[in-house]
Structure formats: structure tokens, C-alpha cells
T-cell receptor, first 112, second 112 residues
Framework: KQEVTQIPAALSVPEGENLVLNCSFTDSAIYNLQWFRQDPGKGLTSLLL?????REQTSGRLNASLDKSSGRSTLYIAASQPGDSATYLC???????????FGTGTRLQVTL | SAVISQKPSRDICQRGTSLTIQCQVDSQVTMMFWYRQQPGQSLTLIAT?????????ESGFVIDKFPISRPNLTFSTLTVSNMSPEDSSIYLC?????????FGPGTRLTVT
């Protein structure tokens, strides 16, 4: 059974810092990995999708990497802003009918 | 991409009653997914709904408690039956488009 863990569970950083969020998964036979953002009480916004054949994806200040063999992904956020404050979730798709297994989430707060 | 709407956005219900949540997508999709997010927790898949067939439920979820309809390729409903306070959660529907999953804004349910 796939298990997804995210470290740290919570993180507070001052504005402008670069930061890294970690995601690990137990079964390396994944189809793709997706990073989401969730604001309090809201739905999920897709940030980046990494296919199993890819090593990284970039969108603006966000960069996500994938190391399938070691069961790890990282989300790098450059020059953090208060608007980045949210919970970040990673989810893996094992290719079984597109069902996602979600990580536990990292709650990020960026302070002024 | 896909744009998903859900109704209602939130509701407060009494123990023992039922609530039906609607999910509408702006394009035709084969599979729709229903997730539950309990307070402070990550997302857990309830079931996968295909048009024209019975929904497929994940371990721990049963049709009597969470009946699902999928009358066409753009619409689905999830009913939470005989509710108890433990059913208080955010319920989200999602779809896959171009390998990426998109989520609705969620329905926040509180059972008193």
C-alpha cells in the first residue's frame, strides 16, 4: 500500500527566503506526482505535475523535482511571499485508474 | 484544464439526516472522484464514479453510507447518509484532464 509522507509538517519563514518542502513515498512504481496548494477551508489548486519519466518541472518561482528510485520529491519555492502561505500537499498517482494518494501536508506561513 | 463547481459550498446538518452534494464539470470526463478531508487531515479517496456504471468504493467506504450517482459525463452527486458528527469534513470532487487532477472548491459539512 502506498504511503506518502511530507516533512516538515509546519514551517514559518520570513518573506524573501527560499525554502524546500519534502515529500516521500514508499512505492516507487508511480505514474506521476502532483503538488497542490490548499488555502484554509478551500479546495486544491494544482501547482505542478511531474510525470514518472521527468526529473523536474518549473512554474514561476516554483520548482519540483522527482527521484523515483529513492521515493522522493521536493518543492522549491524561491523568494517566498506572504501570499504563499497555505498548506502544500503532494500526491502520487500509481496509475490505477488515476487514484491519488495524498501526503500529510506542510503548512507554510510566510511572515512580513 | 477543467473547471469544477460544487453545491452547496457549506452546510450545517442535524444528526441522522442526509445531504446530497453536486459536482459539475465544464467538460466531458470519463472518471470523477470523490474525496473526504476530515478536520486537520489530508485527503482520502471515497470512490470513483464512471458514467453508466456503479461507483467503485475504497476500503472503509460503503454504498449505503455514500451513494453516488453519475447520470452523464459532466455531473455527479455524492450523498452522505444518516449523518453523524464524525462525517463533519470537507468533501471534494475531482477529475483528470491531460494526466493532471483538478479539484472542485469543496463542500464543508458540519454535523451537529
Amino acid at each position: 500500500k502506498q504511503e506518502v509522507t511530507q516533512i516538515p509538517a509546519a514551517l514559518s519563514v520570513p518573506e524573501g527566503e527560499n525554502l524546500v518542502l519534502n515529500c516521500s513515498f514508499t512505492d516507487s512504481a508511480i505514474y506521476n506526482l502532483q503538488w497542490f496548494r490548499q488555502d484554509p477551508g478551500k479546495g486544491l489548486t494544482s501547482l505542478l505535475l511531474i510525470q514518472s519519466s521527468q526529473r523536474e518541472q518549473t512554474s514561476g518561482r516554483l520548482n519540483a523535482s522527482l527521484d523515483k528510485s529513492s521515493g522522493r520529491s521536493t518543492l522549491y519555492i524561491a523568494a517566498s511571499q506572504p501570499g504563499d502561505s497555505a498548506t502544500y500537499l503532494c500526491a502520487v498517482d500509481t496509475g490505477t485508474a488515476s487514484k491519488l494518494t495524498f501526503g500529510t501536508g506542510t503548512r507554510l506561513q510566510v511572515t512580513l | 484544464s477543467a473547471v469544477i463547481s460544487q453545491k452547496p459550498s457549506r452546510d450545517i446538518c442535524q444528526r441522522g439526516t442526509s445531504l446530497t452534494i453536486q459536482c459539475q464539470v465544464d467538460s466531458q470526463v470519463t472518471m470523477m472522484f470523490w474525496y473526504r478531508q476530515q478536520p486537520g487531515q489530508s485527503l482520502t479517496l471515497i470512490a470513483t464514479a464512471n458514467q453508466g456504471s456503479e461507483a467503485t468504493y475504497e476500503s472503509g467506504f460503503v454504498i449505503d453510507k455514500f451513494p453516488i450517482s453519475r447520470p452523464n459525463l459532466t455531473f455527479s452527486t455524492l450523498t452522505v447518509s444518516n449523518m453523524s458528527p464524525e462525517d463533519s469534513s470537507i468533501y471534494l470532487c475531482s477529475v483528470t484532464a491531460s494526466y493532471e487532477q483538478y479539484f472542485g472548491p469543496g463542500t464543508r459539512l458540519t454535523v451537529t
